[in-house]
């Protein structure tokens, strides 16, 4: 279609001497992130920056290699170069960005001030953002089987792993937030995941049964789903502040139950809030699933004689398996994210230093903990979106 | 749906009431309080607050609505075909991102207030507007597309008089969503200092007043009802008129 008429039909010219679309937007997006300040530099934390061009961030010879990979990845974006190619260009490219912005952190830092701070400035962020999109563009492009995704993702993880322990990056104003709290972070980081996967967990545990229920008896059907729509129109923050007075009295008045950690603020209250709003996604995916088995199979099982019982475990759940673990995602990505509103009720997580932050008007507090969230938002995705592909072959989902 | 009804304007009327007239259900809110806080909150009038909110969603979801449909009409011409499979991961990948996350990442470049709230609460409602407004232009039944293009329809009448007709009730049920989405994710908005509901909530969290949280959060929670039947409601009409009763809505 389009990409036929664009071609290049009758010259010689080789296939990839031709622009490509795609890459006329990146290369426009790039282009302005080169001539935005590639860092900030601050005397302190809490000063306006004062914004260091790409040419004035580092060194001259660094500068010539970091010009030079840019335009490297500036061609490779125009032009129709097989998505392979752009793929390991974007690769090369965000490597560079990355490696060279701890470079010039440590560049712009003058020796021995501890109170200056580097920060990426807009232009390197823009630059991530449109090789980045040269990343994503080449790894749809590519098609990835399910494996293959979780490949790269952990290969990027251990690349961006390996670039935080070498220590390349200390002299940047994310890290040394880090380095003065660095117990606090990995304290706030287990709170994180133990009420996002925790809350999860829970919600798996009673809403595929509550959602069999449904799918057996209609009566309760609307009843339960309902009322979990409502739920979910409480704004986060209320739920969670709402539920601080019923734990408070619970933990009050019935023996043992402060005891195992139920309290009216804290973690309490934000696990339960996450679980109530995770209830409900589990809970249609379930049923949904449930529906969307083929009569067939159920009849080809009642054939055998298989007994309702049998009939629920061995054909219709391993069925609707896959649209239940796409319930499963949404609820597990949606709940990192929720799981930082816990930190306004003192329930801890990544949170904290987004709204200790906020109120410090120190961003790169804030990017602490938003970074962290995201990352981890983003990596579930991944590896459940893999999973549900992986479960649905051959199988009926959709 | 006769009771449903009933109920919905019960809700609505009490809404009202309670926005017009707080102080006449102070008798309610002050079974909540301890130690004489005051049961209605007193830092500013709820309907302002409330009339902001609906201000900064209605904003934030038009300009969405403008943006994300122009960009899947785009997509899905011959001339943007390139851009469809990498506009989808990208949609993809945004929803990953948390409503928090977005909005304190605006804040270094917008500051502190509404701006940030606005900035995250347009990024945020773009991504189901466009998925559905995708589904809604790429899920046409073959036979009608055809059919116009027979009887000579051009492009643009081909897009204005069958493709988005016929799509509307699909986008709608994606801008129903990003306005949900959206009532919920302003209260947050708070956070930065946007004068949202959100401040009655806060405000009760700080000072451990759950009279203030649970009224900051039944008007939202009230709106956010009231606003999704309504739009569902609509939705259910331009499909009865389209004649699509039968097509589910994405």
């Not at chain 1, 057996?216 to 129109?233: G, P």
């Not at chain 2, 943006?67 to 011959?78: E, F, N, S």
């Not at chain 2, 304190?104 to 900035?119: R, S």
């Not at chain 2, 909530?201 to 009231?226: D, E, K, M, R």
Request: aromatic share 8%; hydrophobic share 60%.
């Amino acid at each position: 279609m389009s990409i036929a008429e664009t071609a290049p039909t009758t010259t010689t010219r080789p296939a990839w001497l031709a622009l490509d679309k795609i890459g006329v937007l990146i290369a426009l997006v790039s282009a302005a992130g080169a001539a935005l300040p590639f860092a900030l530099f601050r005397a302190n934390r809490i000063v306006l920056g004062e914004p260091k061009s790409l040419l004035a961030a580092l060194p001259a010879p660094e500068t010539t290699i970091l010009v030079a990979v840019l335009l490297l990845g500036f061609a490779a974006a125009l032009l129709r170069f097989s998505a392979r190619i752009k793929l390991t260009i974007g690769f090369l490219v965000l490597a560079v960005l990355f490696i060279f912005m701890g470079w010039s952190a440590s560049y712009l830092t003058p020796d021995g001030d501890t109170f200056a701070r580097v920060s990426p400035g807009a232009g390197f962020w823009i630059l991530a953002f449109a090789f980045a999109l040269l990343v994503a563009d080449a790894l749809t492009r590519l098609k990835f089987g399910p494996w293959q995704r979780i490949a790269i993702l952990f290969a990027v993880a251990a690349a961006l792993a390996l670039l935080l322990w070498s220590g390349s990056w200390n002299d940047l104003s994310i890290l040394k937030e880090y380095s003065t709290r660095a117990a606090a972070f990995w304290n706030e980081a287990r709170t994180h995941l133990a009420l996002a996967f925790g809350s999860v967990a829970i919600a798996i545990v009673v809403g595929v049964p509550l959602g069999i229920l449904c799918y057996r008896v209609k009566a309760v059907r609307a009843v339960v789903l309902n009322t979990l729509n409502i739920v979910q129109t409480i704004p986060s923050i209320a739920l969670f502040g709402l539920l601080i007075a019923p734990l408070a009295w619970i933990a009050a008045n019935v023996a043992g139950a402060s005891a195992i950690g139920i309290s009216g603020i804290g973690t309490a209250p934000a696990l339960v809030a996450l679980f109530a709003y995770s209830l409900l996604p589990v809970v249609s995916n379930t049923v949904v699933g449930l529906q969307s088995v083929s009569p067939a199979a159920i009849d080809a099982a009642k054939g055998m004689g298989m007994t309702g019982r049998q009939r629920l475990f061995g054909v219709e759940l391993p069925l609707a398996f896959p649209v239940i673990l796409t319930g499963i995602r949404i609820v597990l990505v949606q709940n990192i994210g929720l799981a930082t509103i816990a930190a306004l009720i003192g329930g801890g997580g990544f949170g904290v230093f987004v709204f200790q932050g906020i109120g410090q008007t120190a961003m790169d507090l804030v990017l602490l903990g938003a970074v962290p969230t995201v990352a981890l938002a983003f990596a579930a995705a991944v590896v459940l979106d893999a999973l549900v592909e992986m479960t649905s072959r051959g199988g009926n989902a959709p | 749906m006769k009771i449903g009804l009933v109920v919905r304007l019960i809700v609505l009327l009490l809404l009202l009431a309670f926005l017009v007239s707080p102080q006449s259900f102070a008798g309610f809110f002050t079974l909540l309080t301890k130690n004489n806080q005051p049961p209605i909150y007193n830092q500013g009038s709820l309907l302002d607050l409330t009339l902001n909110h609906l201000a900064i969603v209605g904003i934030a979801t038009l300009a969405a609505t403008i943006i994300a449909v122009g960009l899947a009409i785009l997509v899905t011409r011959p001339f943007g075909a390139e851009f469809l499979p990498l506009s989808r991961s990208l949609a993809n990948i945004g929803q990953t991102f948390p409503p928090v996350a977005v909005l304190a990442l605006a804040v270094p470049m917008l500051g502190f207030g509404t701006a940030p709230t606005l900035v995250a609460l347009f990024l945020y409602g773009l991504l189901p507007i466009f998925e559905n407004t995708l589904t809604g232009l790429s899920n046409l039944p073959s036979a009608v597309t055809d059919a116009a293009k027979g009887v000579g329809m051009t492009g643009w009448q081909r897009l204005l008089k069958v493709e988005l007709p016929l799509a509307l009730p699909v986008i709608l049920a994606g801008i129903r969503l990003s306005v949900v989405i959206s009532l919920a994710t302003a209260t947050i908005g708070s956070t930065v200092a946007a004068r949202t509901l959100g401040e009655v909530i806060i405000a009760g969290l700080l000072s451990g007043n759950t009279a203030f949280v649970l009224q900051g959060g039944l008007i939202v929670g009230a709106l956010a009802v009231l606003i999704y039947d309504a739009l569902s409601a609509l939705e259910r009409f331009l499909m009865a008129r389209t004649g699509q009763a039968g097509r589910a809505a994405a």
